[in-house]
């Protein structure tokens, strides 16, 4: 165990050390950042209105699409919770969350988490395809350690230095969002409506899973951009095809819909955003077997990757 963290903190020393690191991270907070000034000093301003009269509004628009012939049952379900969470708001005094405040930027920036994956690939894919291309390969084997655990730590670190990502885009939009918006509202909880019964729910908790979910996906996707680094040891090919899932996976997915084999793609589980929603992609599918489905993909990626570094000899 001991070995495995000298490891890792060897990785993470090469990473700390590495400009690119750096200018990804300064790069995710000057955009929130600009971000958070665009909207803040940017668009319509307009006076702000009565948000109860607004859910007003918008109770009889929901109520005029409930009477509609044609409706689905799924629709209907979806406009009834909105119809009981906002009459919760108005017997509770519980304003929704606005865009331009500080829950409604830190929601908004949650966006930049596209951006953080792209970070991530680059890093998985390079990580350990760089060690064959500079030749610094032959430093690490020549070590006692053996090459599951070099290879363990170079995941732990990849992983780590996502997570970090995760944290500045978090600290930073609340921060931002805060000094931009005020703070005034901080305490506004986040309501949730399962099965009829309405829960307040903290925000920081309600953002944190937010962030939770978001994980899953980039865990895979760096999964998946260190597996083909780790067997072509090409860091390029790596990035390349990360980057191309990472833009069209959820189109393609969304194309072959039709097909019921379509929900064992990866990309169709990797959101389960879905099953919150109440909206699964494909009709069956549930928040289990999506977590069944993702597991089964991260040991193939990992045994992939073990058999791609360990058993392959190093060519001089």
């Not at 829950?103 to 760089?130: D, P, Q, T």
């Not at 363990?152 to 930073?172: E, N």
């Not at 067997?231 to 072959?256: E, H, K, Q």
Request: proline content about 2%; hydrophobic content about 50%; aromatic content about 10%.
């Amino acid at each position: 165990m001991r070995n495995i963290i000298n490891l890792v903190r060897n990785e993470n020393m090469k990473l700390s050390h590495s400009i690119s690191t750096w200018i990804m991270i300064g790069i995710l907070v000057v955009i929130t950042i600009a971000a958070g000034l665009l909207i803040r000093f940017t668009g319509n301003q307009a006076p702000k209105s009565d948000w109860k009269a607004d859910i007003r509004i918008q109770d009889q628009s929901a109520k005029q699409s409930l009477a509609q012939p044609g409706i689905s049952k799924m629709e209907k379900e979806g406009i009834s919770k909105q119809l009981q969470t906002n009459e919760y708001r108005l017997k509770n005094d519980i304003q929704p969350v606005q865009d331009r405040s500080l829950w409604g930027f830190v929601e908004g920036a949650i966006g930049l988490i596209s951006l953080i994956a792209l970070f991530s690939i680059v890093m998985g894919g390079k990580i350990v395809a760089n060690e064959f291309s500079e030749g610094t390969i032959k430093l690490l084997l020549i070590r006692p350690s053996k090459r599951w655990k070099i290879l363990l730590s170079k995941y732990i670190a990849v992983i780590g230095y996502t997570l970090l990502m995760l944290l500045v885009l978090l600290v930073v939009s609340i921060l931002v969002g805060g000094t931009l918006f005020s703070f005034k509202g901080a305490g506004t909880p986040f309501l949730t409506n399962s099965s009829g019964i309405i829960t307040e729910v903290n925000m920081i908790a309600h953002i944190v899973q937010l962030y939770g979910l978001q994980c899953i996906n980039l865990v895979m996707m760096v999964t998946l951009a260190f597996m083909i680094s780790t067997v072509f040891r090409n860091s390029a090919m790596a990035i390349g095809i990360g980057v191309f899932l990472l833009t069209v996976g959820s189109t393609i997915t969304m194309l072959l819909l039709r097909f019921n084999w379509s929900k064992y793609i990866l990309f169709a589980n990797t959101n389960l955003n879905q099953y919150i929603d109440g909206q699964p992609l494909v009709k069956g599918m549930t928040m289990k077997f999506s977590i069944i489905v993702l597991i089964v993909y991260f040991i193939i990626f990992n045994v992939i990757s073990y058999i791609g570094f360990t058993k392959r000899d190093i060519v001089a």
